[in-house]
């Protein structure tokens, strides 16, 4: 079943589907990373947006410019 992107609440933008490519692909492109590193970052530490932004601000630190 896909996401209906009509039915949208605040709850929606917490969180990034690791099985939506769409928010995988928006992520990934977000923080320059690859989709498989944004799935396994979904996989390590969850969901949770907020988490994965300073996780993923980490990874970007630690490969440099």
């Known amino acids: 079943m896909t996401d209906n992107k ?3 609440d605040g709850r929606d933008r917490t969180k ?3 099985s939506e490519d769409y928010e995988v692909e928006y992520f990934a492109e977000k923080y320059g ?3 498989v590193q944004v799935k396994d ?3 390590r530490f969850g969901n949770n947006r907020a988490v994965l ?3 993923a601000a980490k990874l970007q630190s630690d490969v440099g410019p």
Do not use: H, R
Request: net charge negative; no cysteine; aromatic share 0%.
């Open 33 to 35: 990373l690859l989709p």
């Open 53 to 55: 932004e300073k996780e």
């Open 16 to 18: 990034v589907s690791g």
């Open 6 to 8: 009509t039915q949208q």
């Open 41 to 43: 970052l979904i996989a």
